[in-house]
């Protein structure tokens, strides 16, 4: 039993390996419009009999993030999942698509997050008890219309394809989005005082920027103009020094006619596909923590050195804006925070 148990930890290992280098999810994006980078691996945590990996990201909306595994060996209560299936207008199931079960029931904000299998079908596993509602949204769809809820619950979901190209896009992850910035010409790259092409300008400015900012959220992409951009620069002393090292006046031009194509209708010519393969088995569990001026960084569970230790402990992060430590527990569904001195 134990050699077993060791292949199948191992089978899973090499499935986390895969999903890290080809999954990307956010708020905003795929799921409630916030995108976010791709998933980093923080812990690994035994629990019971199931070994579950665990994934953490801040969102703008702050919410911490853990993924974890199912696996076929999974057992449920009677009471604690949500079941059903995904059709759209013609009846036919919609295979990808992610369903979102979210309540404000619980001491803090909770979303679990889960991807639909070929014939639509979905399992939302180990709910809280609480009151739930529940949507839909996949690639090529309109948001469904939210559905109230109940561990134990088998629902039939209804979807609608978006009804523009707009539309569709609004849910692609930034990345997508970011494809569209446009470098400068080659000849104003060339006389600033750095040796740039716009090959490396462009990498410059996207290091510079996502170090705080998710490139192409709506947040980057959605200000109408160069001027707004540049009052917008202006608000932290950092970002008009960032941006003075690749000349403040080029990167302004950069960012106006991205937002100007934007407000004018522009989507991106690269269109993401849904969820496939290994990537469907993977289920979101996002608990809202900090508040609106939180800048999360440094999320911790574990210890690397022996990634085992403390399953199911409270996940730490730090509150740079803040000087604040904010603090999850996964089991009582609780955010906490305190000030540092």
């Known amino acids: 039993m134990e050699c077993f148990l060791l292949f199948i930890a191992t089978l899973l290992v090499l499935a986390a390996v895969l999903v890290q280098r080809v999954l990307r999810l956010g708020c905003d994006c795929q799921i409630c419009s916030a995108e976010v980078a791709p998933l980093k691996l923080q812990s690994v945590a035994a629990r019971k009999n199931n070994l579950f990996w665990r994934f953490s990201m801040s969102y703008k909306r702050n919410y911490l993030f853990?993924?974890?595994?199912?696996?076929a060996s999974l057992s449920f209560a009677e009471d604690d999942f949500i079941s059903g299936r995904v059709t759209n207008a013609n009846g036919s199931p919609e295979a990808g698509v992610w369903v979102v079960?979210?309540?404000?029931?619980?001491?803090?904000?909770?979303?679990?997050?889960?991807?639909?299998?070929?014939?639509?079908?979905?399992?939302?596993?180990?709910?809280?008890k609480a009151s739930y509602r529940l949507w839909v949204r996949g690639y090529g769809l309109a948001d469904s219309k939210k559905v109230a809820a109940e561990p134990g619950d088998n629902l039939s979901l209804s979807v609608k394809a978006a009804a523009t190209e707009k539309e569709a896009a609004a849910v692609y992850p930034a990345n997508y989005w970011l494809t569209m910035v446009q470098p400068p010409a080659a000849e104003a790259v060339s006389q600033l005082d750095y040796a740039y092409t716009q090959e490396t300008w462009l990498a410059q400015f996207k290091l510079n920027c996502i170090v705080c900012h998710q490139l192409g959220s709506v947040v980057t992409r959605s200000i109408p103009g160069r001027s707004h951009y540049e009052m917008?620069?202006?608000?932290?002393?950092?970002?008009?020094q960032i941006a003075t090292e690749l000349d403040f006046n080029l990167v302004l031009d950069v960012l106006g006619d991205l937002g100007e194509r934007v407000a004018n209708g522009e989507t991106p010519g690269v269109k993401p596909s849904r969820?496939?393969?290994?990537?469907?088995?993977?289920?979101?569990?996002?608990?809202?923590?900090?508040?609106?001026?939180?800048?999360?960084?440094?999320?911790i569970s574990t210890d690397k050195r022996n990634p085992y230790l403390y399953p199911d402990g409270p996940v730490y992060g730090i509150d740079m804006a803040n000087d604040r430590v904010i603090w999850v527990d996964p089991v009582k569904h609780s955010a906490h925070q305190g000030k540092m001195p």
């Open 66 to 71: 853990v993924a974890t595994f199912a696996a």
């Open 101 to 128: 079960a979210e309540t404000s029931d619980l001491p803090t904000d909770y979303r679990k997050i889960v991807v639909t299998n070929d014939d639509g079908k979905f399992v939302l596993p180990q709910l809280p």
């Open 232 to 240: 917008g620069l202006k608000k932290a002393e950092i970002m008009p």
């Open 275 to 299: 969820p496939k393969g290994i990537e469907r088995n993977v289920v979101i569990t996002q608990w809202g923590w900090g508040d609106l001026y939180t800048y999360a960084h440094d999320e």
